[in-house]
Every structure is written in structure tokens, then in C-alpha cells.
């Protein structure tokens, strides 16, 4: 008797690497059929077709891995035809291939593991963002792109100004592809805004959250976009380990006892956003000031990640705030946040250094 039935896609730009598996009664893991299809909507329809042939009467699910952006085209197609899709972060698939002791890392052999997974866990169903939201999160991350190229050329100009034969055409090139980048990331910053002024209500939460003094805009919507307006979180620990705020620890008996740290299996792109509002927060906010002290305090080791422990555990504290206020549909309040702060420093203090 089948009692799962899963399809494990790796996905490429081109080609879809897929494995039907069923796992039967007595725990019993057999393959059905692997195939490779276009990445093209002809190869969407194709995969459901032999999907179909192939299945039982029990459901069919799909699992698939969040690669760049080769997934979302097949993600988004299968939501709209009513199947069950899970989409799993690499950080996770790669815990679970890993766990496997495969020798060899081809796309069929992914996606064999994929199925796998996908009959031995109980995944998550995906749920697609808002077509608003998503060209938010797609204008955060080219700002991204282009400031880290502004930087990079920024790094290139300087070595080639203080070089011991500086070339003056080249000097020229870089400040004029330098003004440009500047100009670009004031025209995403500027469609950000229109976007975001389209819903009123969404307006209205940023508006509130923004009364904290040190928060920008900028900072706040990428919050927003990268958690999809935090829908999918029901408490605040699975919001921290989405961001890689999540406490790892390292203990084993008396002999081995690491550090505790974060974990940073998330979402990169918030803990970016994060860093130089936390510096800004610090600096006019009291309550946050505190909390800073306070992981400064606690932490007993070199200089520059005893200053980093408190910046981590402002983040943190910023990241929750965030999301309270933007559920609630509330202003920022300066006494609460104090109370607040002075409840739960335990809790809000990450246990070491977390880089």
C-alpha cells in the first residue's frame, strides 16, 4: 500500500532533474521513474502528465530546493494547478544529503535525495508572496547588488589613485560607472517608495515602525519584503532562525564545550540590513543602548567580538520589534520598549560572539 508519494526536483536554468519516489507500507522507500524535463512552461505541462500516469490514488508532492531563482517559475505553476509544493531552504537539504553519506553530487542524485526528504519529512507547504510584495523584495535586492558593486569599484579606485603609476583613464572610467551606480540606487530607492504608496496600509505600518530613531525606510521594507510581511511566522524564535539569529551551542561532556553563537543559517539579506541601523539605534536610543551594554558586559573575551555580541543582540531585539509592531499595526513606544527590554535581557542577549 503507498502512503507517500513524492517527486524531488533539482532545478536548473534549463532542465528539470526529477525523481518520483513512494514510501509503502513497512517504512519501504521504492523509485518509480526519473526524468528530466525543460524548465519551460512545455516542461511543466509534460512533468504533470507523467506525474499523473505514474501516481496512485494518493496525492503526489512535489519538494524542490530555493536555488537563485530556477525554481519559482515550476513553484508558482504548481501552486496555481493545486498541488502541494515544499520549498526547502539549501541550507536544510544540504543537512539532509550530507546525512545521507553520498559520495558523488550529481542532479539526478539531488534529486533522488530531494524525494527522499520529501517522504521522510513532514515539509511545509509553500505559499507564493504578493506579485507587490515580490517586485519589493526583486527592488531590495538589486539595491543590494549595486551597492556591493559601488563598493567594489569604490576598493579599486582607491588602490588605483594610491598605485605607484596611476592611470588617469582608468580613475576617470571608475568615478563616472561610480556616479552611475549612485544614480541607479536612488532610482530603486525612488520606485520603492511608489510601490510601497500603492497600498495604504502597508504605509501605514512602516510609518509607525519608522518612529524609531535610527530606522530607515529602506531598512524596514526590506524586513518587510524578505519575510513576505512576516505571514508565515506564528512566534518570535521561528522569525530569528529565518533570519540565522538561532542560538547554536557546542558541548559534549567535560572536554568539549565551544562557544554558543548564531547560527547564521538564514536569510543573509536581513542580517545585512541590520548592521549599520543597529550602530544608528545605539547611538539615539537609550533602551537600546542598554541592551548593548549589557551583551558587552557579559561577554569575557577579545575586544572586537565582545563589541560584536552586543551589535548581534540589538539586531535581534530590532528584528522583534519589527515584527511586534508591524502585526499589531502599532507606533513605536519608547516606555514600552524599555519595560520591555528590562523584562527580557536574558532572553534578547545572544550567549557569545556571532560575527
Same mark, same amino acid.
Given at each position: 500500500?503507498?502512503? +507517500?508519494?513524492? *517527486?524531488? %526536483? =533539482?532545478?536548473?536554468?534549463?532542465?528539470?532533474?526529477?525523481?518520483?519516489? $513512494?514510501?509503502?507500507?513497512?517504512?519501504? #522507500?521504492? *523509485?518509480?521513474? $526519473?526524468?528530466?524535463?525543460?524548465?519551460?512552461? @512545455?516542461?511543466?505541462?509534460?512533468?504533470?502528465?507523467?506525474?499523473?500516469?505514474?501516481?496512485?490514488?494518493?496525492?503526489?508532492?512535489?519538494?524542490?530546493?530555493? $536555488?537563485?531563482?530556477?525554481?519559482?517559475?515550476?513553484?508558482?505553476?504548481?501552486?496555481?494547478?493545486? !498541488?502541494?509544493?515544499?520549498?526547502?531552504?539549501?541550507? #536544510?537539504?544540504?543537512?539532509?544529503? =550530507?546525512?545521507?553519506?553520498?559520495?558523488?553530487?550529481?542532479?539526478?542524485?539531488?534529486? @533522488?535525495?530531494?524525494?527522499?526528504?520529501?517522504?521522510?519529512?513532514?515539509?511545509?507547504?509553500?505559499?507564493? *508572496?504578493?506579485?507587490?510584495?515580490?517586485? +519589493?523584495?526583486? /527592488?531590495? /535586492?538589486?539595491?543590494?547588488?549595486?551597492?556591493?558593486?559601488?563598493?567594489?569599484?569604490?576598493?579599486?579606485?582607491?588602490?588605483?589613485?594610491?598605485?605607484?603609476?596611476?592611470?588617469?583613464?582608468? *580613475?576617470?572610467?571608475?568615478?563616472?560607472?561610480?556616479?552611475?551606480?549612485? @544614480? #541607479?540606487?536612488? #532610482?530603486?530607492?525612488?520606485?520603492?517608495?511608489?510601490?510601497?504608496?500603492?497600498?495604504?496600509?502597508?504605509?501605514?505600518?512602516?510609518?509607525?515602525?519608522?518612529?524609531?530613531?535610527?530606522?530607515?525606510?529602506? $531598512?524596514?521594507?526590506? %524586513?518587510?519584503a524578505e519575510t513576505n510581511g512576516f505571514a508565515l511566522f506564528k512566534n518570535r524564535a521561528q522569525l530569528t532562525s529565518f533570519?540565522?539569529? =538561532? %542560538?547554536?551551542? !557546542?558541548?559534549?561532556?567535560?572536554?568539549?564545550?565551544?562557544?554558543?553563537?548564531?547560527?547564521?543559517?538564514?536569510?543573509? &539579506?536581513?542580517?545585512?540590513?541590520?548592521?549599520?541601523?543597529s550602530l544608528s539605534v545605539i547611538r539615539y536610543n537609550e533602551s537600546f543602548q542598554q541592551l548593548y551594554e549589557r551583551g558587552y558586559a557579559r561577554?569575557?573575551?577579545?575586544?572586537?567580538?565582545?563589541?560584536?555580541?552586543?551589535?548581534?543582540?540589538?539586531?535581534?531585539? +530590532?528584528?522583534?520589534?519589527?515584527?511586534?509592531?508591524? @502585526?499589531?499595526?502599532?507606533?513605536?513606544?519608547?516606555?514600552?520598549?524599555?519595560?520591555?527590554?528590562?523584562?527580557?535581557?536574558?532572553?534578547?542577549?545572544?550567549?557569545? &560572539?556571532?560575527?
Open positions: 500500500m503507498v502512503l +507517500i508519494q513524492n *517527486i524531488g %526536483i =533539482d532545478a536548473s536554468m534549463k532542465e528539470l532533474q526529477v525523481c518520483f519516489m $513512494t514510501l509503502e507500507t513497512g517504512q519501504v #522507500q521504492k *523509485i518509480k521513474g $526519473t526524468r528530466t524535463f525543460s524548465n519551460s512552461p @512545455k516542461g511543466f505541462s509534460a512533468l504533470i502528465s507523467w506525474a499523473t500516469k505514474k501516481a496512485h490514488q494518493t496525492a503526489v508532492r512535489f519538494t524542490m530546493e530555493a $536555488t537563485g531563482v530556477y525554481y519559482e517559475s515550476l513553484a508558482y505553476f504548481l501552486h496555481q494547478q493545486g !498541488r502541494y509544493v515544499s520549498v526547502v531552504l539549501p541550507n #536544510q537539504s544540504k543537512a539532509f544529503i =550530507d546525512s545521507l553519506n553520498l559520495k558523488s553530487k550529481t542532479d539526478k542524485l539531488e534529486a @533522488k535525495a530531494l524525494a527522499q526528504m520529501g517522504v521522510e519529512r513532514q515539509l511545509s507547504r509553500w505559499e507564493p *508572496i504578493s506579485e507587490q510584495m515580490y517586485q +519589493i523584495k526583486r /527592488h531590495c /535586492h538589486e539595491r543590494v547588488m549595486l551597492l556591493e558593486e559601488k563598493t567594489m569599484i569604490a576598493n579599486r579606485l582607491h588602490a588605483e589613485q594610491h598605485c605607484a603609476q596611476p592611470n588617469r583613464a582608468v *580613475i576617470k572610467r571608475m568615478k563616472q560607472r561610480l556616479k552611475l551606480l549612485e @544614480k #541607479q540606487v536612488a #532610482q530603486v530607492e525612488a520606485e520603492l517608495h511608489q510601490l510601497v504608496a500603492r497600498d495604504q496600509e502597508l504605509a501605514e505600518r512602516i510609518a509607525n515602525i519608522e518612529k524609531i530613531k535610527g530606522l530607515s525606510f529602506i $531598512t524596514v521594507i526590506t %524586513i518587510i533570519a540565522g539569529y =538561532d %542560538i547554536v551551542e !557546542r558541548q559534549s561532556g567535560s572536554s568539549v564545550k565551544g562557544r554558543t553563537r548564531i547560527s547564521k543559517k538564514g536569510n543573509r &539579506y536581513i542580517r545585512r540590513a541590520l548592521h549599520l541601523p561577554t569575557r573575551i577579545k575586544p572586537r567580538p565582545r563589541w560584536m555580541k552586543g551589535i548581534v543582540a540589538v539586531q535581534r531585539k +530590532i528584528l522583534i520589534l519589527i515584527y511586534t509592531l508591524f @502585526k499589531k499595526n502599532q507606533a513605536y513606544d519608547p516606555e514600552f520598549m524599555q519595560r520591555s527590554i528590562q523584562q527580557n535581557s536574558r532572553q534578547d542577549t545572544v550567549p557569545a &560572539y556571532a560575527g
